[in-house]
């Protein structure tokens, strides 16, 4: 088996800051993906990446950047908190694009 | 735009009763369909999935049925149990695009 680590699991930022999320899979997986959790809204895809260096914009790309520079590793930024901001960013990869997706615990962001 | 709706957004039942989640979907090249089950703190994980192909999948207490027609898909957890208390989210995907999910539906077994 297999694991998907995301850190930090709990972050909390000030306005406008910069913030970064990482995740790491040892599954080998070739596809990664970054979901925004918000209550009540579901999962929302912000990135995808189907490949290392490959980057897809998902549905809520607007304010995030991310990178795949490792196979195993996938990194989200937001580029500028907004106050009041609360979500869960959750990790996943799987092989190929259809399957199943495993996930990671989650990172819980707080903007103060 | 939502491309896959969920409802109801919470459900309580009792313990021994059945359980009905229902999902519908925008786009007709969705060929897969997943259920995942998400506890408090943790990560979404496969309940169970169903592609195009088929209208049912059964595993345990857990069934799914897909409507292709009408672009629906259900399910039904029969004699539910305290612990199948969890957020439940239905997805959809194709070979071309990633999955996207619904709103999510969280169910209460009451003993």
């Known amino acids: 088996g297999g694991i998907i680590t995301q850190t930090p699991k709990f972050l909390i930022g000030q306005e406008g800051q910069k913030l970064t999320l990482k995740c790491q899979q040892n599954?080998?997986?070739?596809?990664m993906y970054w979901y925004r959790q918000d209550s009540g809204k579901g999962l929302r895809l912000i990135y995808y990446?189907?490949?290392?260096?490959?980057?897809q914009k998902g549905d809520l790309s607007e304010g995030y950047d991310a990178s795949r520079e490792k196979k195993s590793s996938f990194s989200l930024t937001v580029t500028s908190a907004q106050k009041n901001e609360m979500a869960v960013f959750l990790c996943?990869?799987?092989?190929?694009?259809?399957?199943?997706?495993?996930f990671g615990e989650g990172s819980k962001l707080t903007v103060l | 735009q939502q491309q896959v709706r969920q409802s109801p957004q919470s459900l309580t039942v009792w313990e021994g009763g059945t359980t009905v989640l229902t999902c519908s979907y925008e786009?007709?090249?969705?060929?897969?369909f997943p259920w995942y089950q998400q506890f408090p703190g943790e990560g979404p994980a496969l309940l169970i999935s169903?592609?195009?192909?088929?209208d049912k999948k059964e595993d345990g207490r857990f069934t799914t049925f897909f409507n292709k027609r009408e672009k629906k898909l259900s399910l039904h957890i029969i004699d539910s149990q305290p612990g199948d208390s969890a957020t439940y989210f239905c997805a959809a995907s194709n070979n071309n695009n990633a999955p996207r999910f619904g709103a999510g539906t969280k169910l209460s077994v009451k003993p």
């Open positions: 786009d007709s090249t969705f060929n897969y």
């Open positions: 996943a990869s799987t092989q190929g694009n259809t399957g199943q997706l495993y």
């Open positions: 599954f080998n997986h070739d596809t």
């Open positions: 169903i592609l195009s192909v088929s």
């Open positions: 990446s189907i490949t290392e260096n490959d980057l």
